[in-house]
């Protein structure tokens, strides 16, 4: 089944404490993305990628970092987390440039940061 | 991407037919519409996306008139499980933009029994 995983679902976790929050797809997908949602806010997103070890920021980097070591993996790092990152957080994946704007989204993962 | 506007919420009933209009006086020529909805504590998934006049799949069916100044997605007899968040948005697909999609508030549909 095509899908994108992310791991962990929940999380809670102290201020400073790192954290990795893993995102996998398995449709060979070049692009993949990061987005945080925040009630009245919508979704912002934090990082993408164009493919394996191409990065860019996206609306809201800060406090974040990504890799992309191999095309199906795009981890989400919080070097020192602050309660400001508490949100719910969704990994996204497509191909980049067809001729269509469907992105896949994964199931999401909620950090509570106190 | 374009600004788009689209209603806070909306209210519908079982077997009822939903659509929901969406306003982007802005649009670009290259610029194509996408819709995805949301339902609580998922990731958005794609509905259907169009350029001009009229598109069907087996979800929907999105309405552009000749100007393209705005669209209206359309729900066919909703059931309870359609209630969802519903999001418009417009970009040109040509651009290396990041593929970054931008979602505004979005369309709050509530169905009833």
């Known amino acids: 089944e095509a899908q994108v995983t992310q791991n962990p679902r929940y999380l809670i976790t102290v201020t400073g404490k790192k954290l990795t929050v893993t995102c996998s797809q398995n449709?060979?997908?070049?692009?993949m993305s990061w987005y945080r949602q925040d009630p009245g806010l919508g979704l912002r997103q934090i990082y993408y990628s164009m493919n394996v070890e191409v990065t860019d920021k996206g609306d809201v980097p800060e406090g974040y970092k990504v890799s992309r070591k191999e095309k199906r993996n795009f981890p989400l790092i919080l070097e020192s987390p602050s309660p400001n990152q508490t949100s719910l957080y969704f990994c996204?994946?497509?191909?980049?440039?067809?001729?269509?704007?469907?992105?896949?989204f994964g199931p999401g993962t909620r950090l509570t940061v106190t | 991407l374009a600004k788009t506007t689209q209603p806070i919420s909306m209210d519908s009933y079982e077997g009822q037919e939903v659509n929901i209009t969406c306003s982007h006086n802005n649009i670009a020529t290259n610029d194509y519409i996408t819709w995805y909805q949301q339902f609580p504590s998922q990731g958005p998934r794609f509905i259907i996306q169009?350029?001009?006049t009229k598109v069907t799949n087996e979800v929907a069916s999105l309405f552009i008139p000749a100007d393209r100044k705005s669209s209206t997605l359309s729900l066919p007899r909703v059931s309870l499980s359609d209630t969802a968040v519903y999001y418009c948005?417009?970009?040109?697909?040509?651009?290396?933009?990041?593929?970054?999609?931008?979602f505004g508030g979005g369309t709050r549909v509530l169905v009833k029994p």
């Open positions: 948005l417009v970009g040109d697909l040509g651009k290396a933009a990041g593929n970054k999609l931008t």
């Open positions: 169009g350029y001009k």
């Open positions: 449709m060979n997908h070049e692009y």
């Open positions: 996204a994946s497509s191909h980049p440039g067809g001729i269509s704007y469907e992105q896949y």
